[in-house]
C-alpha cells in the first residue's frame, strides 16, 4: 500500500500562487505516477495533472495549462504541483493520487487540501 499525504492549501487573491506538496509513504515503488485532481461542491472528481514517476513526462487538463505545473522528487518520495495566475474558477478541494504500477489505475489518494482563490 501506498499512504498520500497533501498538503499547501490555502486562500489566495486571485492571480496569485500556490504550491502543493504530496508526500508518499510506505510502498512507494508501487507508484508509476502522480496525479492531481480536484473536487468542485457537488461535482465529480476532475483531472488537473499528472506526472510518470520515473521519466517524469507530464501531462495537463486544458484549463490549466500554462498556469499549473507538476512535478516530483523520486528521492523524497514527493510531488508537487505549482499554482499561478490562479482564478476564482480553480477554487477547489485538490486531491493527490498516485497510480499503481500493477494496475495502472489511481489506486491512492491523499485526504485533500482546500484551495480558495478570492476575486
Same mark, same amino acid.
Given at each position: *500500500?501506498?499512504q498520500?499525504?497533501d498538503?499547501?492549501g490555502?486562500?489566495? *487573491?486571485?492571480?496569485?500562487?500556490?504550491?502543493?506538496? +504530496?508526500?508518499?509513504s510506505? *510502498?512507494? $515503488?508501487?507508484?508509476y505516477?502522480?496525479?492531481?485532481? @480536484?473536487?468542485?461542491?457537488? %461535482?465529480?472528481?476532475?483531472?488537473?495533472?499528472?506526472?510518470?514517476?520515473?521519466g517524469g513526462?507530464?501531462?495537463y487538463?486544458?484549463s490549466? %495549462?500554462? @498556469?499549473?505545473a507538476?512535478?516530483?522528487?523520486i528521492?523524497k518520495?514527493?510531488?508537487?504541483? @505549482?499554482?499561478?495566475?490562479?482564478e476564482?474558477?480553480?477554487?477547489?478541494?485538490?486531491? +493527490?493520487?498516485? @497510480?499503481?504500477?500493477?494496475s $495502472? %489505475?489511481?489506486?491512492?489518494?491523499g485526504?485533500?487540501?482546500?484551495?480558495?482563490?478570492?476575486?
Open positions: *500500500q501506498v498520500l499525504a498538503a499547501g490555502g486562500l489566495v *487573491q486571485t492571480g496569485g500562487s500556490l504550491t502543493l506538496s +504530496c508526500a508518499a510506505g *510502498q512507494t $515503488y508501487r507508484i505516477g502522480m496525479g492531481w485532481f @480536484r473536487q468542485f461542491p457537488g %461535482k465529480e472528481r476532475e483531472f488537473v495533472a499528472a506526472v510518470s514517476w520515473s513526462t507530464t501531462n487538463a486544458d490549466v %495549462k500554462g @498556469r499549473f507538476i512535478s516530483r522528487d528521492t518520495a514527493r510531488g508537487y504541483l @505549482r499554482m499561478n495566475s490562479l476564482p474558477e480553480d477554487t477547489a478541494v485538490y486531491y +493527490c493520487g498516485a @497510480r499503481d504500477v500493477n $495502472y %489505475k489511481w489506486d491512492y489518494w485526504q485533500g487540501t482546500q484551495v480558495t482563490v478570492s476575486s
